[in-house]
């Protein structure tokens, strides 16, 4: 497993259609956190998508994973394979 970094944009989402899936979506991704696919995520602050790292074993397979998502159909996304690079004094 690699982790990516994946920023999520929103689009055609209205309000209404958000507040309905909110639940689900919430309920999914600690589903998916507790499982170890999503290892952190971040809300951006315009409240427009979201910042995610994910555990997967390449693109098909982040995809395949946040297809799960209630939110999915709308989201834009970008998929960034990343490294952790620790501290300098370690």
């Known amino acids: 497993m690699k982790k990516f970094?994946?920023?999520?944009?929103l689009t055609g989402l209205d309000k209404e259609t958000?507040?309905?899936l909110l639940p689900k979506?919430?309920?999914?991704?600690?589903?998916?956190?507790?499982a170890g696919t999503?290892?952190?995520n971040f809300i951006k602050l315009d409240m427009s998508g979201i910042y995610m790292v994910i555990m997967?074993?390449?693109?098909?397979?982040?995809?395949?994973?946040?297809?799960?998502?209630?939110?999915?159909?709308?989201?834009?996304i970008k998929i960034?394979?990343?490294r952790v690079v620790n501290?300098?004094?370690?």
């Open 80 to 82: 960034v394979p990343i």
């Open 25 to 34: 979506e919430q309920e999914v991704v600690k589903e998916l956190e507790a």
């Open 56 to 76: 997967a074993t390449d693109n098909d397979d982040v995809h395949k994973k946040l297809s799960a998502l209630p939110y999915y159909p709308y989201m834009e």
């Open 5 to 9: 970094m994946v920023d999520i944009l």
């Open 38 to 40: 999503i290892v952190d």
């Open 87 to 90: 501290s300098i004094n370690q």
């Open 18 to 20: 958000r507040m309905t």
